[in-house]
């Protein structure tokens, strides 16, 4: 199976829009879940496009590049490895398994697009320093094209050429090691839940986290991922109604224990 051109001109489109959502305001598009959802929908196999990019946005939770740090780039990562697991017919699996290093590779690219935009930054200073800053605009509108290069080169050449490259990694990479990349495919998914719950209050709120789990591990046939959060969400508003009749009921108590006295000015002064 080879990608029409059609299609790799489409997502070649998507990956910068995805990156210009990068580095702006982040609606969502930049995150591989869109990319593999997106990819797998255009290629015709939404269903493994979603297990590949919500199985890799389980690995961004807390990721972020601060400090210029660059990150392992699963937006290409997800679609490259939807689109190679269609491309190969052998299950979501053994994309999230090309995925990861994809995305682990990728980040060299992205080293160089930051170098190259450090040329473009330094030529706005240059401009800014002249009292140019319609120069000063039009470079920070140049230092775009770095960013989407190092994105939509990979993905083009890596689509243009996808049969041939699948076919080519098929014979050169020995079954063992096929094994272990949908193996650590499979992993995956439970590692992102464990860097969930790194973050989230367990301790404080472990009776939830319990019924959810009773749910889903007892009435997983006839109890949905859905339905798990629809309960959970009335279980918060539950919660954050009893919290706060709770607390009004502490502030009340409290007025009462304190001496109010009113002056002839209507003033009032409360006495602790």
């Known amino acids: 199976m080879t990608v029409p051109i059609g299609v790799i001109a489409v ?11 990068q580095i702006s305001m982040q609606l969502g598009p930049y995150s591989p879940l869109f990319g593999g959802a997106i990819t797998g929908l255009i290629m015709g196999d939404l269903k493994t496009g979603l297990i590949v990019g919500a199985t890799l946005q389980l690995m961004t939770l807390g990721v972020a590049t601060f400090g210029g740090a660059t990150v392992p780039d699963f937006l290409t990562g997800s ?3 939807t689109a190679y697991a269609i491309i190969a017919g052998k299950g979501a699996e053994y994309g999230i398994g090309l995925a990861v290093p994809i995305g682990l590779l990728l980040t060299q690219t992205d080293i160089l697009a930051r170098m190259a935009n450090t040329f473009v930054q330094h030529r706005a200073d240059h401009y800014a320093e002249l009292g140019d ?25 890596g689509l243009i050429f996808g049969q041939s490259v699948v076919s ?20 995956l998914p439970a590692m992102g839940i464990a860097i969930l719950m790194r973050y989230l209050p367990i301790k404080k709120y ?53 001496d109010i006295e009113v002056d002839d000015d209507d003033e009032v002064e409360i006495d602790e």
């Open 11 to 21: 997502l070649c489109v998507y990956i910068s829009l995805g990156v210009l959502d």
């Open 79 to 81: 679609v490259m490895g």
């Open 133 to 157: 800053y319609k120069k000063v605009e039009r470079c920070n509108v140049y230092g775009v094209f770095p960013w989407i290069l190092s994105r939509i080169i990979p993905v083009a050449i």
């Open 168 to 187: 080519v990694i098929n014979s050169f990479i020995p079954t063992w090691f096929m094994d272990g990349l949908k193996t650590a495919g499979l992993i």
């Open 206 to 258: 472990f009776s939830f986290f319990i019924f959810g789990f009773v749910m889903m591990a007892y009435g997983g046939k006839n109890f949905s991922i859905l339905g798990a959060a629809l309960v959970g969400l009335a279980m918060a508003g539950i919660y954050v109604l009893f919290a706060s009749k709770k607390k009004s009921a502490v502030v009340a108590t409290g007025n009462e224990d304190d």
